[in-house]
């Protein structure tokens, strides 16, 4: 069975399997080694994404009620959060302590399903303000909102404590909203109606996330094809071909349990008990599978 990666977001996932999207462009790099599965919604703010986690990450009688859970989450809310209260989205409005707080239930309920299960927060992007209002009034015109519902400087805050939420649980990050200011021009570079990404701002991301994965031992590059390619089938004999399956799926599933093993146990943010605990895991896996 295919590993599993799941982009769990706001719209700004929703909208990455569209043409030239990061999600698209993980899925591409992962064909035939990982399905990369979108559970991106639209316009949701990290108060109504909690409703939706035993949904799309169920939990029976506090055990996972799937025998192939997630090799790795990517979780990218707080575009939506960082509204301001008192303007035109005031009803997205998440307070920022709120925020940080809900992020931190996604975490652990994923960690639940899977101690070494990759799980990576992602800030929301930078926000162009006269983008967002020129957006507004090519939508609207002169009904349009006055002042922007979001701005710069407060989703900074939000990505600060995206950040914070992620040192405090040991988990690694993406800070979007820094690295794509690091850039001129980053407004119209980046963004298409100063929120949403333009496609080279999908590049960002995506080269971010392939970053992340790679330093955690998923590279799409030393990931094995989940059936052989033609090449290698016995056109005489194709049943030898695929008796050898079964090893293959093993070795696959080996390889990234080992790698999410040792990269949790070098992270510095845990617990040495937790370290230690990891630690132990990986010998006995090691010793069972003649790793």
């Known amino acids: 069975m295919r590993p599993q990666i799941v982009l769990f977001g706001d719209s700004i996932t929703q909208q990455s399997f569209g043409s030239a ?93 899977s101690p070494i299960m990759l799980v990576v927060l992602i800030t929301p992007p930078p926000v162009d303000e006269d983008g967002r209002m020129e957006y507004a009034k090519s939508l609207y015109g002169e009904k349009a909102m006055k002042l922007p519902e979001r701005t710069n400087e407060m989703t900074g805050v ?68 989940d059936f052989p390619h033609h090449s290698q089938i016995d056109a005489k004999n194709p049943e030898k071909t695929f008796q050898q399956q079964q090893y293959i799926d093993d070795l696959t599933y080996n390889i990234i349990t080992l790698n999410l093993m040792k990269y949790m146990s070098k992270q510095i943010t845990l617990t040495d008990s937790h370290r230690r605990g990891i630690f132990r895991l990986y010998s006995h896996f090691a010793k069972d599978n003649d790793l």
């Open 21 to 113: 999207g990061w999600g698209a462009a993980l899925a591409d790099a992962y064909c035939r080694k990982a399905d990369v599965l979108l559970r991106g919604y639209g316009g949701y703010n990290t108060r109504w994404a909690l409703f939706l986690l035993h949904h799309i990450f169920p939990l029976v009688n506090n055990l996972l009620d799937n025998s192939n859970p997630p090799v790795a989450t990517t979780i990218f809310f707080g575009a939506n959060d960082a509204a301001l209260f008192g303007r035109t989205s005031e009803r997205q409005h998440v307070p920022v302590e709120e925020y940080g707080d809900n992020l931190k239930i996604m975490v652990q309920h994923l960690k639940r399903l």
């Open 158 to 225: 939000y990505a600060r404590q995206c950040i914070e939420t992620a040192k405090d649980l040991g988990v690694p990050f993406i800070d979007l909203w820094s690295k794509m200011q690091e850039t001129e021009g980053w407004q119209k570079k980046f963004l298409s109606d100063g929120l949403h990404l333009t496609e080279e701002g999908n590049a960002v991301v995506h080269k971010e996330v392939v970053e992340v994965f790679s330093v955690a031992g998923l590279s799409s590059e030393e990931m094995p094809y």
